[in-house]
C-alpha cells in the first residue's frame, strides 16, 4: 500500500522557521518526482516547490529565496525547509509524489500557520 506522510507543520511566529517531512512507502521513491503544494482558506492549492528525481529544484516566486526542498533517497523522505516564514504562507502543506498519470499519490496534508 501507498503512503505519504507529511508532518512537521506546526504554529509558529513571523519569521521563524520549519521543516517539513514527507515520508514515502509502498513505492520505488527514487524514481518519483515530489512536488510540495500548499492551499490556504479559500484559496486554490498551489504549487510551491518541485524536486526530480536527479535532484533539480524548482520553486514558486512567493517563496523563491526562503525555501528549500531537498531529499534522502535512501530515507524515502522530501524534505522542505520553509525559513522567514510570513503570515501568508499559512496553508495546509501536501506533497506529492508523481511518476505520470497512473503513478500519482498524495499525502493528508500538514497544517502550517505563521501567526503572531
Known amino acids: 500500500q501507498v503512503q505519504l506522510v507529511e508532518s512537521g507543520g506546526d504554529l509558529v511566529q513571523p519569521g521563524g522557521s520549519l521543516r517539513l517531512s514527507c515520508a514515502a512507502s509502498?513505492?520505488?521513491?527514487?524514481?518519483?518526482?515530489i512536488y510540495w503544494y500548499r492551499q490556504a482558506p479559500g484559496k486554490q492549492r498551489e504549487l510551491v516547490a518541485t524536486?526530480?528525481?536527479?535532484?533539480?529544484?524548482n520553486y514558486a516566486d512567493s517563496v523563491k529565496g526562503r525555501f528549500t526542498v531537498s531529499r534522502d533517497n535512501a530515507k524515502n523522505t522530501v524534505y522542505l525547509q520553509m525559513n522567514k516564514l510570513k503570515p501568508e504562507d499559512t496553508a495546509v502543506y501536501y506533497c506529492n509524489a508523481r511518476v505520470n498519470s497512473m503513478a500519482d499519490y498524495w499525502g493528508q496534508g500538514t497544517q502550517v500557520t505563521v501567526s503572531s
Open positions: 524536486i526530480t528525481t536527479g535532484g533539480n529544484t
Open positions: 509502498g513505492i520505488a521513491f527514487s524514481i518519483y518526482t
